[in-house]
């Protein structure tokens, strides 16, 4: 079983800046598929962006792409979601996701498609 540990969330003015982390154990980190998904209050939980575990590819939510940026340090067992540029409307609790894929270059965009989740870190940016 896999272990997923976010953080980094916190309170950021509009403009700004966050590197949310997650710290991942239990089984070989470079074969897991990984995910940023976010939930806001009353809406359902979002794709943010994903990458295989090659790091070769990367997709992204229309709503952020150009301003975040995920990548993944498997010495450390660690994936990284750098936001840039935060909006209100960013405001969520972002959820780390992975899936395993030892046998396939893939990445995932869908909540059903991953295995394994962390417990979320809350962002909010205030106007």
């Known amino acids: 079983q896999l272990q997923l540990v976010e953080s980094g969330g916190g309170l950021v003015q509009a403009g700004g800046s966050l590197r949310l982390s997650c710290a991942a154990s239990?089984?070989?980190?470079?074969?897991?598929?990984m995910g940023w998904f976010r939930q806001a209050p009353g809406k359902e939980r979002e794709f943010v962006t994903a990458i295989d575990w090659s790091g070769g590819s990367r997709d992204y939510a229309d709503s952020v792409k150009g301003r975040f940026t995920i990548s993944r340090t498997d010495a450390k067992n660690t994936v990284y979601l750098q936001m840039n540029s935060l909006k209100p409307e960013d405001t969520a609790v972002y959820y780390c996701?992975?899936?395993?894929?030892?046998?396939?270059?893939?990445?995932?965009?869908?909540?059903?498609?991953?295995?394994?989740w962390g417990q979320g870190t809350q962002v909010t940016v205030s106007s």
């Open positions: 239990g089984r070989t980190f470079s074969m897991y598929a």
């Open positions: 996701a992975a899936t395993y894929t030892p046998n396939s270059i893939n990445y995932y965009t869908t909540t059903d498609e991953y295995d394994y």
